[in-house]
Nanobody
Framework: QVQLVESGGGLVQAGGSLRLSCAAS????????MGWYRQAPGKQRELVAT???????NYADSVKGRFTISRDNAKNVVYLQMNSLKPEDTAVYYC?????????????????WGQGTLVTVSS
């Protein structure tokens, strides 16, 4: 039973900043990739940023240069620092992790999702 819990969402004016956090807990042996996704009203969920266990990052073009993903492997936490926020960044943000856990008494990687945290950017 692995859980991801996001926090840090809220209301911010355009140009402002927010820092999202996502903590993983449960039967975790290790975490490989972690990432952030978002879903705006009427749109499909899209990838925002990913980070590997080694620290390599990847960003959607729409957030490149404004958002920074990072992780604390000791705490099993991934962060998303969001700067220069725009109204079009408004969405529910979900974290994702590739978690090595126990499945049918076997260690396997599973993709786990958090419940989401709402980010609203006003103009």
């Amino acid at each position: 039973q692995v859980q991801l819990v996001e926090s840090g969402g809220g209301l911010v004016q355009a140009g402002g900043s927010l820092r999202l956090s996502c903590a993983a807990s449960g039967r975790i042996f290790s975490i490989n990739g972690m990432g952030w996704y978002r879903q705006a009203p009427g749109k499909q969920r899209e990838l925002v940023a990913t980070i590997t266990s080694g620290g390599s990052t990847n960003y959607a073009d729409s957030v490149k240069g404004r958002f920074t993903i990072s992780r604390d492997n000791a705490k099993n936490v991934v962060y998303l620092q969001m700067n220069s926020l725009k109204p079009e960044d408004t969405a529910v943000y979900y974290c994702n992790a590739e978690v090595l856990t126990l499945v049918l008494n076997t260690r396997r990687y599973l993709e786990v999702w958090g419940q989401g945290t709402l980010v609203t950017v006003s103009s």
